[in-house]
């Protein structure tokens, strides 16, 4: 939920793992997951029932259908808790993060059900002290944590005194991890900063990409980066989907233009025709340049199902036929960073990505790899509600911790944002009304080991811990339930 109430996480899960440790059969165990996972997601996609986007009961039947899907995952993690405790209540609390991030970490993968939100660790992305840590071990180091704080919490009452106090040590070590980082690895050792000019031209729903609204709406964005670029910036961004004319191979003279007549290099989103051999729009993010060129610079990688992604299998060509489907763009590759033209000539390296693209930590990863400095993200939640706009910027504060570099994030009609490598946000544009701003950020240094290490080695790290555990229930003796 958009509410500063993120620390409650921590004790969040005390209820149900408490319930699992008790003498229960395997389907009641199972249920109870089931129970504590509908009300999780329910309220987390409550935004669902505010949105504008979609045709008819499209989004609705998909909120019907995907919360008892999601929630299963809950149940599973529940009955094999439960199935541990049969023999040892404390293996089962061992074991609980690492079951929690291999259901997370599983249900974000397109081979399942590619649903990237509302994991734990993204409670925290509010409370930069509490997630310095993601800078080492990432979003699932950050679920595992907490998981890991609600099971100590459960085994508390059962420890001798210093037993507790080794458990509270050990719990919080993920405080001091990313704190105890040099303050090389966060900012430029040359002191390198960039000023990002961004506007927030907050166009309704129902007026974007409608032909006759092209003129009002281009002027509402030029009069907004009129004041912003009178501050000298370097970059000007314009949210996804900003620009409303059809983009070819050959790329918009029009669009250079503007970046010519504003003086100033401009990164909008577009949506981007088929090209020979693909069937589907993209949903794409240009660089605009005064010397002519609009390239590519990001295509959106993960549409969003149903509303965005296009009719592809067998299923949902008949939910588009059904009209209960809506989506037209296909899945767009991932992109490397941009070399941004600014008048020393330095040409910082520059990450952008489109909207749901920011929480797949792996796309950001690979661009602060690929040596990004400092990452763009442009959004449009004009459709799906300021709820849905709080979540996604509490996504791109956890993805500059992660890669200690700064996020721009740029939303049609906001928050936007401008985050430095600590999470912290340096400057805002209120949501809810059109503005813009220009402001500085510090590029980024040298990466931090999440970068290095990836959530595939966190999360099989811990996954593969809960799987000893449970190999130890079968060498652990019987006691019964203890």
């Known amino acids: 939920m958009p509410l500063p109430i993120g620390p409650l996480a921590f004790v969040g899960l005390v209820p149900l793992l408490r319930a699992l440790l ?17 009300v999780f997601f329910g309220i987390a996609f409550g935004w669902v029932f505010q949105s504008q986007v979609g045709v008819g009961l499209a989004l609705p039947l998909a909120y019907v259908l995907a919360i008892p899907l999601l929630s299963a995952g809950f149940g599973v993690f529940a009955l094999v808790t439960a199935w541990i405790a049969r023999r040892s209540r404390g293996l089962a609390l061992a074991a609980t993060p690492g079951l929690w991030v291999g259901i997370e970490f599983a249900r974000s993968q397109e081979w399942l059900l590619a649903v990237p939100w509302n994991h734990l660790g993204y409670a925290l992305a509010d409370w930069p002290s509490l997630v310095q840590g993601a800078s080492v071990f990432g979003l699932y180091g950050l679920s595992a944590w907490i998981v890991a704080v609600n099971a100590g919490l459960v085994l508390m009452s059962r420890l001798s005194a210093p037993a507790r106090s080794v458990l509270v040590a050990g719990l919080s070590l993920p405080l001091a991890a990313g704190i105890a980082l040099p303050e090389a690895e966060l900012t430029s050792t040359a002191g390198a900063s960039l000023r990002v000019a961004a506007v927030q031209p907050f166009i309704d729903e129902r007026d974007r990409h409608v032909p006759d609204r092209l003129q009002r709406n281009l002027r509402q964005l030029l009069d907004l980066s009129e004041p912003a670029l009178a501050e000298r910036a370097d970059l000007l961004v314009w949210p996804e989907s900003a620009w409303e004319r059809a983009l070819g191979g050959a790329g918009d003279a029009f669009l250079a233009a503007i970046a010519h007549d504003l003086g100033t290099p401009l990164v909008t989103g577009a949506w981007h025709v088929p090209a020979p051999g693909q069937a589907s729009w993209r949903n794409t993010a240009v660089l605009a340049t005064s010397d002519g060129r609009t390239p590519v610079v990001a295509e959106k990688v993960h549409p969003v199902p149903v509303y965005e992604r296009a009719a592809e299998s067998p299923a949902a060509r008949f939910l588009a036929r059904a009209g209960l489907w809506s989506g037209r763009f296909g899945r767009g590759d991932a992109r490397a960073p941009l070399l941004l033209p600014i008048a020393n000539g330095a040409a910082p390296a520059i990450g952008v990505l489109v909207c749901i693209d920011a929480s797949h930590p792996e796309l950001a990863r690979a661009l602060r790899r690929a040596g990004a400095r400092l ?73 931090p080991p999440y970068v290095h290490l990836g959530d595939r080695a966190v999360v099989a790290a811990w996954f593969l811990s809960a799987l000893a555990i449970v190999a130890a229930r079968f060498i652990q003796p019987e006691r019964g339930v203890e």
């Open 22 to 38: 008790r003498p229960r059969s395997l389907g009641v165990a199972f249920r109870d997951g089931l129970v504590a996972g509908l």
């Open 375 to 447: 990452l763009v993200s442009i959004a449009n939640e004009a459709g799906t509600g300021a709820w849905s706009a709080a979540l996604h910027a509490r996504v791109a504060r956890l993805r500059a911790v992660e890669n200690r570099m700064p996020v721009v994030r740029v939303a049609n009609t906001g928050p936007t944002l401008w985050i430095d490598a600590r999470g912290g946000v340096v400057a805002a544009l209120a949501a809810g009304e059109p503005a813009s701003g220009t402001h500085a950020l510090a590029l980024a240094g040298a990466a």
